[in-house]
């Protein structure tokens, strides 16, 4: 009944198994679901309640709400229980166990009941039966007492049998069903009571057995305790202990007249004890519900080291640790990379061996780590080994990292590793990569070289180097760069005429991607075989001229620009045609020269004595040659000497039959291929007199003006 001074009570709110989840009723009003005050009784559903109820005990909580929506506290919560069968078999409702004789001076009591009804699917495999002891809460629990929880196979009777653990008085017998899918629920039970109007001492109680083995003699006891029982028949008691190895067949191993008893077991395994009451008349009870106990002892000292431990199968990050003990204990190994401190987790393994391996895993390479194997038997008993040490195998290395022979298209890669299994390099025009070469290596100490192809000219690529050890763990490699050579380019060209040259001359210009040599190739569109190439071997990149000299005026050409760069790559400009100026410019008459001389007559015989004038000048082009004059100093040019129409850049034109001592004026004359005259300045000289050492004069001209007849003397 609940009561509020302050608010009246609303109703109430129930969970099932927890107070921590939802709160439940049957309406819902200010915000609470609750149970109305006029209600007595609540059913539950399966939509609602199905999914918190469990197979056996349930626990009910409940709770009260006011219309101020307050709650009662949790000290006020209020319990029930309730029992659920779920799944198991159920007997009908009000149905009992039939006892015969429902009462006796004799323990002999036949039994019967009712079949228990499966679910759909599902048929009755089992039934048990129990007396004076409830049904237990697990189905593992009732199938492993044979003693206390009697398996009566599909059998609805038992016929008339002294009962277990009967007491003089009124005692309770429990039937429960399991069907074939082990479905079990204690609720789901029957009971009948039955009188016994014995004078037979009553059972013992609290019976119970406890280890006191000598697990390092291989000992095994097992000590039993109980109390005296109420009704005790004709008095001095003797308690008979039995003992059974299956639950079901027992022989008597001692007897105590005080209220405990120590059994020496054969072995360590698993035993059932029963423990009966005889009084002064012989009169013995029907024995109460047996225990069981494996008697295992215990270990009080850690097994001892036999030999380890010792650290093998050493790599970058793997190592193994192997030690032997006396006895069967668990195994694990502290380890750290300094000495006297661990890691905070101990790999382990809890089997019980004699032979103990421990592999750790994740370490790092080229490290020392300090390690302590540690061990515990089943009794708790722990022992370790002294501090030892191991050193990690060297972590994979790659050095002397070189791009070499950089192409367009291609790179070669050269790189030392140590210690590596395989190596991949990853590449790409970013640092997200995106190709991918793997090469196998030896772990020795190794050169190596690795060719990537189909890349890009021009192109700045990044790689890097990620080694490999043993195991199979990848290494992080650093990030590299290199630019693939750029594909020759030849653009803006642009060809101009150069005035006041002696020839024909074009300046060529351009522009260069990249180092490249420079050719020009030209010839007249007409004549592809005077081909003519002008070549600068050097490379270089930008802006290039060069001048080509030579051309025929007023000639249409064709003309290329090429280049090859270091790798022999070649480039090409489009081709351009042009067309050469007319020449209108005259060669230019440089250095001009006059040297006189006498010409006596043939034979030296009588006769007038002639002079004559060798006159030589350079023309800055190939142009002819001839040379006019007169006598006197005037402006009159009444002589010309022979025309000489070879094209040349040097000029020698002899004046013969002149008069001696007679001043004459002269000026060379040239004429270019394009008709272009050139015309010295006028020059005046007087042509040598004629004397008797005119012969020395002429021989001495002649030799400084060509260079013989020095070996000539006149005496």
Known sequence: MSADADSQVLGWQYQINSTSGTWLGTSTDLGLNYIATGSATRTLTADQDGSSIVNGTNVVYFRTADYASNL?????????????????PSFANNETVTVTPSSSTTNSFALSWSAATPTFGQTVSHYYYMVNTTPPSTLATLQSNSSTYIDNGTNLTVDATALPNVNKGTNTVYVVAVDDADNYSPSNSISGTFTLNSTDPDNVSNLVGSDSSIKADSKWYVTLTWTAPTYQGAGNLTYLVYRSSDGTTFSQVGSSSGLSYVDNAPSSAKYYYKVYTKDGANDQSSGFNAVSI????????????????????????????????????????????????????????????????????????????????????????TGESEEKSFTTAAAPTVHDVVVKNIALTSAIIEYTVKDTSKVKIYYGTTTSFGGLKEISTSTTETTYTTQLDELTDGTKYYFKINKYDSEGAEYEGDVYSFETLPRPKISKVVLESVANTAETT????????????????????????????????????????????????????????????????????????????????PPKILNLKVIGGTIPPVGFAAGEVKAQLIITWDTDEPATSQVEFGQGSGVDYSQKS??????????????????????????????????????????????????????????????????????????
């Open 72 to 88: 009662s506290t949790d000290a006020t919560i209020r319990t029930c229980n309730l029992q659920f069968g779920g799944e198991a």
């Open 294 to 381: 494996t008697p295992t002892g215990r270990y009080t000292t850690a097994p001892t080291l036999s030999s380890g431990p010792e650290a093998s199968s050493i790599t970058t990050k793997k190592a193994k640790i192997k030690w032997s003990t006396s006895r069967g204990s668990d195994s694990k190994v502290a380890y750290g990379t300094s000495k006297d401190s661990y890691n905070s987790e101990e790999p382990s393994n809890s089997s019980q061996v004699t032979d103990h391996e421990i592999s750790l895993t994740g370490l790092t390479a080229g490290t020392t780590y300090y390690y302590k194997a540690k061990w515990t038997d089943e009794d708790g008993n």
């Open 506 to 585: 074009i300046r060529v210009s351009w522009t260069t991607n990249t180092e490249i040599s420079s050719i020009i190739t030209f010839y007249p569109e007409n004549d592809p075989s005077n081909t003519r190439d002008e070549v600068k071997v050097t490379l270089e990149k930008g802006e290039r001229t060069m001048v080509v000299r030579g051309l025929l005026p007023n000639t249409k050409y064709l003309l290329v620009v090429k280049g090859r760069d270091k790798l022999g790559n070649e480039a090409s400009s489009d081709l351009q045609r042009f067309t050469t100026s007319t020449d209108t410019r």
């Open 642 to 715: 022979q025309y000489d129409g070879n094209l040349a850049t040097n000029h020698t034109v002899i004046l013969s039959g002149l008069t001696p001592s007679q001043v004459y004026h002269f000026r060379a004359m040239s004429l270019d291929s394009a008709g272009n005259t050139a015309t010295s300045v006028d020059t005046a000289t007087i042509a040598p007199k004629a004397t008797r050492s005119a012969l020395d004069l002429v021989i001495k001209n002649l030799s400084e003006a060509f260079g013989f007849v020095k070996s000539i003397k006149l005496k």
